[in-house]
């Protein structure tokens, strides 16, 4: 355990029955009484059901619901127009992904100014001044940094303690959709990200506590998930979690390793993670398995070390059955792994779990 | 898993701890973009000589610091506004706290009235009436045990109106907590202890009261383990640096369960008999504790259960059949209890009979038990009790307490 830590992870949760409902009011304690919501096209329901819980506090509220494919500087612009144009002082992302990284980059641009978007851009060290509150309305489909410091645009991920969204709130009305493929490699970076706070000798007890948290969460929506209405919730919350750990931890080496791996292999990040899980969990179990049981026995309500190991390792055969991806084989040859373990440079025990990763995978 | 209909978190400190986190601050002044805090202390603090390792580190780097090294212990409003005037003379631009719950807690009410640019804190009074970001204030606890670092409340007394006025909003929270092993090594014996279990109370409570929830149970759980293995080694070893630094993260994280989930009956009790007889919080806690589980045994005999896994480990946890868990809890909490009186050579108490005033005369009459019961039933964390508790009630754990008789369990309406 790091005893020498620095964590921050400044994002309120709001999340259950009834969660959107609070919206309004606790935007009014941030100062924010006139939010525009940023969403992806395919999301009226959700913004009905946003409107109306915004009803009766008088609070104005604006749509910009555009968001289709990556973001790009005419869409910052775009919402920047109509952000100053109409005096917004918020923005409420509907969902994960692009969505967020969208409204984090835009709300530079619409709660400073154009130039100070442009001076980050080019260099993200200069100081960003404090920004409008950004809350999040959680979704189900996530790339895992929804919560952090970072925001990904044009390819490039930028870093800043003032993208941390103010708020995440998780209410099962904005959690449509059943438990899909898509869903599943979501859980699969939740998961990987969690066994990482476990296998990185950098982790503090803060962050510990939270992986707690995660393990619980995700493994009783995985656990819950043909069964409608019962592990939307346990998941979401599990999905805003994981930008917890990513933000103090820049992602640990099996998350870095499932990037390198999606773009060598043109897989998806959720697909490289369910390939790694397996080895990330005996790795884990063999490392610290004593440890895990010990945590993660009253939070998943068993008994032993061993059952705490078996219900992390139907948790990891539920996703990859649910994203199709069961047994998928990445075929690395020595020379790739070798590439991969210089992209993410790792030092110390990660280098070498690492290395007998890649020797797994590629025999 | 534990997952309620609905919650709420927030932890909104970023935490910095370690043997030199206080070499920090220098840098995190500057990364805060000030240059000139005021650092709020009291005169234990600065006797301790804890105030000089701060200011060494602020003064090899900077030249304006202004001190207040005066925040009495009965803390109230006019202190703050004082300090606040204090804090717009000198043209200060950020607060250093340094102490235990009330320093902090002034330190939070200062914040609130020199950003908020208000002449009398009394006008900020309630839930959410700060709702800006306040000036950059750092925190650094010397005690392991309020957790007031990790709380989004500051409770200032009103001495004149003699009421406690609460103030709650997020933008309370320190933007960051320093935990230093340094600042709590000097710290008294009997207020290790006392602070310690203060620290397990907001943890257990956290755990098993009514408004729990997946992220503070996390918490609340690590909080416990690090409390079980560090308190009494640190106790038979004040110097052991890694075990006042584990204690004081324990605090934090248990700060951080009970700001999220609330306290409950211990808690309830406890802040009564501060307020009629003026016994120290965590003295309370540490004679109340073991009521408060077994007053509760009953409704959450499973979570109170689960929490002798991070008091014992796995391995006599396993053994521990799972309808005895919880007793088996009750009796280490007494048994940490008794250790902590030896170690204290009883000045940690095991019971309010004995504890003594300044005076040397019993704190505490056994005819004041119905004022502590009276007064308790209009503290806020009843509420988050997992059983009923009326007057009745409170005067029978009042008195059990008083005397150090384990609770008669028949005598608990289960509501
Ligand atoms: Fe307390």
Redesign the pocket.
Known sequence: MLVHSDFYAPVKIIAGEGAMDNIAVELSSLDSCKPLVIAPSGTATIIRDLVCAFGETGMEIGVFSHVTGKPTLADVKNIHEIYTSRGFDGIIAVGGGKVVHLAKIANIAASSSPEILRQFLADEKIPLPQLNPLVILSGLIIDGYECSKYAIFSDKRYESPSLIPKMVIVDKYALSGVFSPEVALSSALVMICALDDYLTEKHSFFSRAYTNSLFGLLIAAVDKARKPGKWKLPLANSLSLTGFLLSNNGGGWGYQLAQALAAKKEKSTGECACALLPHLLELAFERCGEEMGRMLMPILDVDSVDEVKAVLLATYHKIAQEAGVEGINLSINNSEGEEMIASIMLEGSAKADCSRLMVRLSS | MNFPVYYEFFCGARIIAGHDGLERIPLLLEELGVANPIILTDKGVVGAGLLAIVLASLRSEMRDVTVFDDIPPDSDILVVNRIAREYKKNACDSIIAVGGGSVIDTAKGVNALVSEDESDLFNLKGAGRIKRQLKPFIAMPTTS???SEATLVAVVKDNEKKVKCIFTSVFLQPNIAILDSRMTLTLPPAVTAATGM?AL??AMEAYYCLQKNPISDSHALLAVELISQNLLKIMENPHDKEGRLNLAIASNLAGIA?ANSM?GMV?TL?HSFGAVCGVP??VC?AVLLPYGLEYNMHKKSKEIGQLLLPLVGVEEYQKTPFRLRGERVVSIIREMNSSLNKITEGKHPLRFKDILGRDGRQLIREEDLATVAKVARNDGSIFMNPEELNYEDLLMVATASFAGNPLDVKQIKKG
Do not use: A, E, I, R
Request: glycine share 30%; aromatic share 8%.
């Open positions: 045990g309020t957790g203060d109370t907001h009970f306290v808690h406890g919080h965590g806690m």
